[in-house]
C-alpha cells in the first residue's frame, strides 16, 4: 500500500512543476485560461486527496476488522504463538495505515499552501505575501 500512496503522491510532490506547466506565462495568457487551468488543477488535487483518503480508510476498517478477529481468536487459545504473532503482525500494519492518514494530512496541507500561495502570487502580482 506504501508504493501506491507514493505513486499517487506524484501531484503533490511535484505541485510546484505542475503549476509551472499548467499555468500560462505572461507572453500564453491570451492563448490559455488560466482561472480554468487552475480549476482542473485543484480538481486534480481534491481528487487524489480524497482517493488516497478513501484506500487509506480502507485500509484501516479491514485491517482493524482483522486484528478484532484475531484478538478474539486470541482469548479462546492464549498459547497460540502463531496466533500471538499474526495479532502483533496486523497490529503493526494497522498502526502504520493510522501513521499514512496523519502523513495524508501533512502532504495535502502542504500542496494547498502551494497552490493558494501561487495562485494568489499569479492572479494578483501586487499583493504582499
Known amino acids: 500500500i506504501q508504493e501506491l500512496l507514493r505513486v499517487m ?8 512543476h505542475e503549476l ?5 506565462t505572461a507572453s500564453f495568457v491570451g492563448k490559455v485560461d488560466p482561472g480554468q487551468t487552475c480549476k482542473e ?10 482517493n488516497r483518503e478513501r484506500i487509506i480508510k480502507n485500509c ?10 484475531l484478538k478474539e ?13 499474526q495479532l502483533r503482525k496486523e497490529q503493526t500494519k494497522l498502526k502504520l495505515m493510522q501513521s499514512e492518514l ?15 500561495h501561487l495562485t ?10
Open 120 to 129: 494568489v502570487m499569479m492572479f494578483c502580482p501586487n499583493r504582499q505575501s
Open 60 to 69: 484501516i476498517s479491514q485491517t482493524s476488522a482483522v486484528v478484532k478477529t
Open 20 to 24: 509551472n506547466t499548467t499555468i500560462p
Open 41 to 50: 488543477l485543484y480538481q486534480s488535487l481534491m481528487d487524489s486527496h480524497t
Open 9 to 16: 503522491r506524484t501531484i503533490d510532490d511535484r505541485i510546484v
Open 102 to 116: 496523519n502523513v495524508e494530512e501533512v502532504v495535502n496541507d502542504r500542496s494547498w499552501k502551494v497552490l493558494s
Open 73 to 85: 481468536e486470541r482469548e479462546k487459545a492464549p498459547e497460540d504463538a502463531a496466533l500471538l504473532k
